[in-house]
């Protein structure tokens, strides 16, 4: 979809592993991700896709290998480990938002927070934000009062607010009823038409083969086959793709 996609990496792993336990849950993983660009990552359950969404915003560490945004190394902790999560949105399943604030509060909270916008600010840009996503009348609500589809809309709009360099989404429309599944599509595509470099772990294989610049396929902690949509789905290299595709139909 991303008419023009740079050679500057913005997220690398290199040769990353990571076990919980005896169980080898990342193998030797390599990726780039290039600025503008929209990877989709597919594959069974317990594959390791959660695992490796996760370890990029060092919400799980690994045991070797190199992670690397903008080209420079994770950061072990503290502030500057905080401000690289915020430069990394992350939209779960689950909608994550903060029960006991509004959906205003839930988006101005990191801007005032971290990275010190004042209040008025904050809340004309949240505005415009949750313009953008369709939800700017439930502004004042909590999110219990909001759809599920609403809530992950909210949930990307407060990821947006941080500017983000990148945008990782890890089954973003698994926990919604099928209704609600394309209006939170809907906003993914035209972030990935605004140029926004995206991460997308996801089931919804219309989805991927129309949004996505490339495609990586997991199976058993390692990446399988990477490719372009038609490369993948349509001419899979190895019988494992072929075997989860046929799974999916
Ligand atoms: P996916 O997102 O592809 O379904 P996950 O990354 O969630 O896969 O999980 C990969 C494997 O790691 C699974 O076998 C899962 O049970 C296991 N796993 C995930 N998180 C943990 C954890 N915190 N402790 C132990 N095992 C885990
Ligand atoms: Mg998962």
Redesign the pocket.
């Known amino acids: 979809m991303t008419q023009q996609i740079s050679t500057e990496p913005i997220i690398e792993l290199r040769h990353v592993d990571k076990h919980?336990?005896d169980?080898h849950?990342?193998k030797d993983i390599n990726l780039t991700v290039h600025k503008g660009e929209v990877l989709v990552v597919v594959?069974?359950?317990?594959?390791?896709?959660?695992?490796?969404?996760?370890t990029v915003n060092r919400l799980?560490t690994i045991d070797s290998g190199e992670i690397l945004i903008e080209g420079e190394p994770l950061p072990q902790e503290g502030r500057e480990l905080t401000r690289m999560r915020a430069e990394l949105g992350m939209v779960f399943q689950s909608f994550n938002l903060f029960a006991h604030m509004s959906i205003l509060q839930n988006v101005t909270l990191g801007p005032i927070e971290v990275l010190g916008m004042k209040k008025d600010e904050a809340e004309a840009r949240a505005m415009e934000l949750l313009a953008r996503v369709g939800v700017a009348e439930q502004a004042a609500k909590s999110p219990a009062q909001l759809s599920g589809g609403q809530q992950q809309r909210a949930a990307i709009a407060r990821s947006l607010a941080m500017h983000p360099k990148a945008m990782m989404f890890?089954?973003p429309t698994s926990a919604l009823d099928p209704e609600m599944i394309n209006e939170v599509l809907d906003v993914m595509v035209e972030l990935a038409r605004g140029g926004m470099t995206m991460v997308v772990?996801t089931h919804e294989m219309n989805f991927a083969r129309r949004v996505a610049d490339r495609v990586v396929f997991?199976a058993d902690?390692q990446i399988v086959e990477e490719g372009t949509p038609a490369e993948f789905f349509d001419h899979p290299k190895t019988q494992r793709a072929r075997d989860f595709l046929d799974s999916i139909k």
């Open positions: 919980y336990g169980l849950v990342l594959g069974p359950s317990g594959s390791g896709k959660s695992t490796m969404c996760r799980e890890d089954e772990v997991m902690g």
